[in-house]
């Protein structure tokens, strides 16, 4: 992946894009004099950059606190707590003016956990964050510079400890490396240009790593290191290595952090001929060694902010994708829909188009069939009808009339000896198979060839009145 890593400090603005794997494409450096200077000559020195690339804002040790500490506990909750409060007795401002983040250098002896400090005032934070959003760049981490450091020495020489001392323009860092991390740094403000420059700038030097090695030994509880990486190879550092080897009795080995990186020519032209005397090994380090860096000094409330932001644009990245989805389901059924249809009637309905004809002149005969049928069919019903009089009506009763409706319904009229033998009619009827809902609709007495008898009128259902009935009079 690939950052933009940028330094403001002592007046220079430094810049370098590089990815996590030490190739670096691309530096600048440009000189300021005051805010309003830096806004424009970062926006200046911005211009061949990719601003769309994560950036890395660095704080370097001339501009923050570092300092070693035990706290008795290994739980990283308890161990913030304790960070919390006892934040103020590292540096003469509140707990809310400064940000503090830390590097775990594991356990002691005692079981009690070993920080090292990185304590830094907001404002210090807050003017570069600033600087950075006026020329257009979104913040992504805020990387303690000697931290970085200390990861790229480690890995390139593959060495877990040792000291390594970096001559920057205006500044020297002297630091220790202890199993892979940052275990101690100091800086010093005296620099490439001061030694170049003459006078008692050497002799300062040496004090000052003096006074470097004897802090790390008060601090750390033993000597400090005997053999020293140096980052940079300069004529001025040339001449100035013996007198410091012969003054601290210590050994000085010059591995150029320029030969553990991959370049294109322009950038090793301007590392060894523009910018030779200064070290860009502030800027490309934490470029190298963000993702294992443990300090980062964001405001928690900026932290929170992009996690919201990244959170709101994973929600809407899930939307758009479940709208997509379900545009391309729409659409693949849409498509088989079409395809179908299309088949359908391009194929099928013309490879079936005889057999359909044939079909519609069966479907002709197969309904004059049913009309025959169901003809003949109300025809044997009436029979049906006559055939099951013949049956339940007695020899002594005489029907005269015999009328079927199209509803199923079935009047007939005649005479009986008597009307007692009319009641028994209408129960034989009612008791048929056949017949149904059998009733006396009337029934007279009346004198035929000199007898009495009984004159009636019976009405009933047929069981099957769905059947098509044709009116027959008998």
């Known amino acids: 992946m690939k950052y933009l890593s940028i330094s403001i400090n002592d007046g220079i603005i430094k810049v370098a894009q590089a990815d996590s794997s030490g190739n670096v494409e691309k530096i600048a450096r440009v000189a ?18 990719n601003r769309q690339a994560p950036v890395l804002c660095l704080i370097p040790a001339s501009a923050a606190t570092a300092k070693t500490i035990e706290v008795p506990s290994s739980d990283p909750e308890e161990i913030k707590s304790i960070i919390n409060l006892q934040a103020s007795r590292h540096t003469p401002y509140s707990r809310e003016e400064v940000l503090i983040s830390y590097i775990n250098l594991g356990l002691n002896a005692i079981n009690n956990t070993r920080l090292l400090l990185a ?16 020329a257009g760049l979104n913040v992504d981490k805020i990387l303690f510079v000697p931290e970085s450091q200390a990861r790229f020495y480690a890995k390139a020489l593959n060495k877990k400890d040792g000291g390594v001392i970096d001559f920057a323009l205006n500044s020297t860092s002297y630091m220790v490396i202890s199993k892979g991390n940052l275990s101690f740094v100091r800086h010093i403000p005296i620099g490439i240009k001061a030694l170049v420059e003459g006078g008692d700038a050497a002799v300062k030097l040496q004090e000052e790593l003096k006074k470097s090695m004897d802090a790390f030994a008060q601090e750390e509880g033993s000597a400090a290191p005997t053999s020293y990486f140096v980052t940079t190879a300069r004529p001025a550092l040339n001449t100035i290595l013996p007198v410091l080897k012969e003054g601290l009795g210590v050994d000085f080995q010059v591995r150029e952090f320029s030969g553990f990186i991959k370049g294109s ?57 479940a709208v997509v989805i379900m545009v391309l389901v729409i659409v693949m059924a849409l498509g088989r829909i079409y395809f179908l249809d299309t088949y359908l009637n391009k194929n099928l309905r013309e490879q079936y188009a005889p057999q359909k004809e044939e079909v519609k002149v069966l479907e002709q005969k197969m309904n004059k069939t049913k009309l025959v049928r169901e003809y003949i069919k109300g025809r044997m019903m009436s029979l049906d009808i006559i055939h099951e009089l013949y049956q339940v009506t007695p020899i002594t009763t005489y029907l005269s009339n015999i009328e079927v409706d199209d509803d199923g319904t079935v009047t007939i ?59 027959e009079q008998a």
């Open 32 to 49: 300021y004099t005051s805010i309003e200077e830096a806004g424009k000559a970062l926006k200046s020195v911005l211009m061949p950059f």
């Open 119 to 134: 304590i830094v005032h907001r404002n210090i934070v807050k003017e570069r964050i600033t600087l950075l959003e006026q």
């Open 265 to 321: 020519g322009d950038v090793r032209k301007k590392l060894d001929s523009s910018f030779g005397d200064d070290s860009f090994l502030d800027v490309i380090a934490p470029a190298t060694a963000v993702s294992k860096s443990e300090i980062n000094l964001m405001p928690e409330e900026m932290i929170l902010k992009k996690t919201v932001e990244r959170q709101s644009k994973e929600a809407i990245k899930t939307g758009v994708c």
């Open 413 to 471: 009229d005649g005479v009986s000896d008597s009307m007692a033998l009319v009641y028994s009619y209408v129960k034989l009827l009612d008791d048929s198979s056949m017949f149904k809902a059998a009733k006396l609709k009337s029934a007279t007495t009346k004198k035929d060839n000199g007898k009495d008898v009984a004159s009636f009128e019976i009405e009933f259902k047929v069981f099957d009145p769905s059947a098509p009935i044709v009116k």
